[in-house]
């Protein structure tokens, strides 16, 4: 699709994706997209795109235009993560139970995070106007949908919690999901996985001095923590931004524990539903617990996967990994000794 036809189109329908922002360049990149990529795609980053798709590189100024002449937008709701802790599979249930149009991790998500911390710099791109624009912008591209959607789910990256207070807070019809593990078993979930994972160490930085900015205590430096250290410290980082969440949106976050979640799965998936204002029929527990989609991995539908699997990987990991284990949950309870922040967090 050409320019021209992705920005006539953009205001209308879903299929003109707003696919990334570059805030250098004040340009925008629209892809041509058709449902079926959105149901199929489990993240809408460059691992979606493709020689089957055609896309455009647009002014901002002109996508921003588009956006405040869309029609019929839908409420738009978020689901915010701790990380590899089952929130793509229950996008996908939300999909098959509901008429929920989920966008998985959309990058823009990732570029208003990022503008949003360096707002209090010299070196921001972006004033708190032209953040508050590009927002509503994206808030609103992200509001097209289908004749059947009933409303619009964005999978949040792991990341991207910290822009929530920011983004949602003058919006009161928008909903949040919150969904984690408890410390003990996201880091078992980690060490379970061969080698020492490259999401912790590419988003280590990032979080590391989002706690640093929140504790008064020196922390061990990044290089010095090990496997099971590098875990918690990474689940702590985001337990802060979704602390600080709950804060700023209180009743309009709902929390899961995503274990919890998959002991009583149908009913949960209800409540997620009941949370963002969506009616259901009786018989959607029933279907959410026959759901295909507890039998195969969610991020990779070709490869078996159950819960009962992940629970034999994750007891399989706390006996291999037990020392590691306790080094993360000895990282947290040393550091919730003395930091009133991290204390309300860590689970006693």
């Not at 990058?107 to 070196?123: I, N």
């Not at 910290?162 to 909903?175: K, M």
């Not at 020492?196 to 929140?214: K, T």
């Not at 410290?233 to 309009?252: D, F, P």
Request: with cysteine; hydrophobic share 45%.
């Amino acid at each position: 699709m050409t320019q021209n036809e992705l920005l006539r189109l953009f205001p209308a329908s879903p299929d003109a994706c707003l696919h990334q922002v570059d805030l250098v360049a004040r340009a925008a990149l629209l892809v041509g997209f058709t449902r079926e990529t959105y149901r199929s795609a489990t993240f809408l980053d460059q691992r979606v795109l493709g020689p089957t798709l055609s896309g455009a590189w647009v002014p901002l100024d002109d996508v921003i235009q588009a956006a405040a002449r869309v029609d019929g937008p839908r409420p738009v709701h978020f689901l915010f993560h701790s990380g590899h802790v089952g929130s793509t599979l229950v996008t996908r249930l939300l999909e098959d139970a509901a008429g929920i149009l989920c966008l998985r991790e959309p990058l823009p998500l990732r570029t208003l995070a990022d503008a949003g911390d360096a707002l209090s710099t010299a070196a921001s791109l972006l004033d708190e106007a032209s953040h508050a624009a590009l927002s509503e912008a994206v808030l609103r591209a992200w509001s097209r949908g289908y004749s059947d959607t009933r409303a619009v789910l964005v999978k949040a990256p792991s990341v991207t919690t910290r822009v929530a207070p920011r983004l949602l807070g003058a919006r009161p019809a928008v909903r949040a999901v919150h969904l984690d593990v408890t410390p003990e078993s996201y880091v078992a979930g980690w060490l379970a996985r061969p080698g020492i994972p490259v999401d912790l160490r590419a988003y280590g930085p990032e979080r590391i001095r989002r706690i640093e900015s929140r504790v008064r205590a020196p922390l061990v430096p990044l290089a010095r923590l090990s496997p099971g250290e590098l875990a918690a410290m990474s689940w702590l980082a985001e337990a802060l931004a979704a602390a600080e969440l709950r804060a700023a949106l209180g009743a309009r976050v709902l929390s899961l524990d995503f274990d919890a979640l998959l002991g009583g799965v149908g009913e949960s998936v209800v409540r997620v539903l009941a949370h963002l204002g969506v009616e259901v029929a009786d018989d959607v527990p029933e279907l959410v617990a026959r759901s295909h989609w507890l039998s195969v991995h969610a991020k990779s539908p070709g490869v078996p996967y159950s819960p009962a699997v992940r629970r034999r990987l994750l007891d399989d990991a706390r006996v291999r990994h037990a020392d590691e284990v306790r080094r993360g949950l000895t990282y947290l309870a040393d550091l919730a000794r003395g930091e009133p922040a991290v204390a309300a967090v860590v689970p006693r």
